[in-house]
């Protein structure tokens, strides 16, 4: 059992400030990507525009339209190529892009992203079966399609060939090798495809310095001062990625002042503004005269006269707070110099990609040696899956009698029958006592402590799962082993130069 770990966190969550993905913006801009096994193309002109999109995603939402008035505008000159990437923090977004391709084995797949993105508030999997019986699909196949979890494979293809490009927040588009990040106006869009055509038209964007890359004119701008305070030992909180794109994309105006978080004027702003996370990120009170004030307000809280990014919008920060994880089971030497955190849900799909992929090599190259140690935090996703709850509560009976790991495992590995008496069952075949066990399950003796963990997740900014803190470094999603081994030996490294 391990007491309380007093944690400095990092999340490094790609950032969306109304649409603009501020942290980890692509920068190869070189790379061109072709239709040949997309999700779906449409098409069959010499301009090829790739979409890194997510159907629950209210940014997408707001790209659709321009997309769709875009392939009216260039009919077969443009070919639109879809690719998956739905973010863990979208709880209906997994399925919906299983849906989209289960679509596509009945040659249904622009008629179900049609569906979907008109429809972002019914994304059930009860709505995504209805979806298929309206579209005149063949109801048993697709339904057998999606209940399987059969197109896992391929989002996850599709997320990793993004993650090699830097995407890391949705929308983000490729037109002949140029990125485009976020629900940009149609001018930006219509440029860089007119460029790539080498014709012009009306859509090009509009010259001059007085214009940002949102098309917006900013010439009667204030002069905004933007206050970054940041926290020197803090190797992942690269404030530099925001700066830029802010001044070169949002407030060209903005004069930045740079503070450490030990400075006297920061400790000042810390206290009155309440900052919890580094960096912060502080814009004086006149930038709600710029003109894209209104672009990026739903990410700026007013606090004190200053309007300060929101957290969950700022790109890499650090809290400094204390994770509870006494009682909980440890799989791993107490003495380890990195620990991961695992918040998971046992029903699923990608929850058990990790477990089947990842954590076998995890086990043997960094658990078994002494590097890592592990802890499972209870997070079941109740509203897409139904039995992911009960089977929470049962692993935490079985810990009660020290059996937590082998009860894990054994529902990872049958993942489609947990109901209670598969819970039950297989607490007797792992040699429990039954009677004690049952109890424990029917009387929901753990339930306080689910719900606690479910509070704990969401206060560090996980609404999907897996999510996982590697020394405090947050990783969201069933990232490839070798992702994951390369920053634990970050951590090794950083732990043995200490």
């Known amino acids: 059992m391990l007491a309380t770990i007093i944690m400095t966190v990092v999340i490094t969550a790609a950032v969306l400030i109304a649409g603009y993905l501020i942290y980890g913006a692509v920068k190869d801009s070189s790379w061109s990507i072709h239709p040949a096994g997309a999700a779906g193309a449409s098409g069959n002109g010499t ?13 997408c939402g707001q790209a659709y339209p321009t997309v769709k008035q875009l392939q009216q505008m260039y009919g077969n000159k443009l070919v639109l190529v879809y690719k998956q990437f739905p973010l863990p923090f979208h709880p209906y977004a997994e399925k919906a892009a299983e849906a989209s391709l289960c679509a596509q084995d009945q040659g249904k797949f622009w008629q179900m992203y049609d569906q979907m993105f008109t429809h972002q508030d019914a994304l059930t999997v009860d709505d995504l079966k209805a979806d298929a019986v309206q579209l005149g699909m063949d109801a048993t196949t697709f339904n057998t399609c999606l209940d399987s ?34 629900a940009q106006p149609l001018a930006t869009f219509t440029a860089a495809i007119n460029a790539a055509l080498g014709t012009s038209g009306s859509g090009s964007a509009a010259a001059g310095s007085s214009a940002t890359t949102t098309g917006t004119s900013t010439a009667n ?4 001062t933007l206050t970054v305070i940041n926290d ?11 700066i830029d794109v802010t001044k070169q994309q949002l407030f060209p105006t903005a004069q930045v002042v740079m503070l450490d978080k030990n400075d006297e004027a920061a400790q000042q ?5 309440n900052i919890s996370a ?9 930038i709600a005269q710029a003109a894209n004030f209104a672009k990026v307000s739903p990410a700026l809280i007013n606090e004190g006269g200053y309007y300060v990014i929101a957290p969950g919008a700022a790109g890499p920060v650090r809290f400094t707070t204390e994770l509870n994880i006494s009682g909980k089971a440890l799989l791993g030497s107490p003495n380890a110099p990195v620990t991961i955190i695992e918040f998971s849900d046992f029903e699923c799909p990608y929850c058990k990609q990790f477990q089947d992929a990842v954590m076998p090599n995890l086990t043997t190259n960094y658990i078994d040696t002494g590097k890592v140690k ?26 009660e009698q020290n059996q937590f790991w082998a009860y894990h495992d054994a529902l990872f590995a049958d993942q489609s029958n947990i109901d209670v008496p598969a819970l039950k069952a297989k607490a007797a075949a792992l040699g429990l006592n039954t009677s004690q066990f049952n109890t424990c399950l029917d009387t929901k003796r753990y339930e306080p402590l689910v719900q606690a963990e ?45």
């Open 149 to 182: 979890g059969s197109k896992v494979a391929a989002i996850q293809a599709d997320i990793a060939e993004g993650q090699k490009l830097g995407v890391s927040g949705t929308p983000t588009f490729f037109i002949n090798g140029q990125s485009i990040v976020g």
């Open 221 to 224: 701008d204030p002069i905004v």
């Open 232 to 242: 020197s030992t803090c190797a992942a909180c690269d404030a530099q990625n925001i």
């Open 374 to 399: 592990m802890v499972y935090m209870e997070f079941p996703l109740d509203s897409i899956h139904p039995y992911a709850h009960n089977a929470a509560l049962a692993a935490e009976c079985a810990e």
């Open 47 to 59: 301009v090829t525009m790739t979409e890194y999109s997510d159907f629950q995603c209210p940014f």
């Open 269 to 273: 702003l810390i206290s009155s503004l």
């Open 278 to 286: 580094l960096p912060a990120y502080i814009f004086s009170s006149n």
């Open 454 to 498: 479910l509070a704990m997740g969401q206060s560090f900014g996980i609404s999907g799962t897996p999510g996982f803190l590697v020394n405090g470094i947050f990783i969201g999603g069933a990232l490839p082993y070798d992702q994951f081994a390369a920053i634990v030996n970050d951590e090794l490294n950083a732990k043995a130069s200490q």
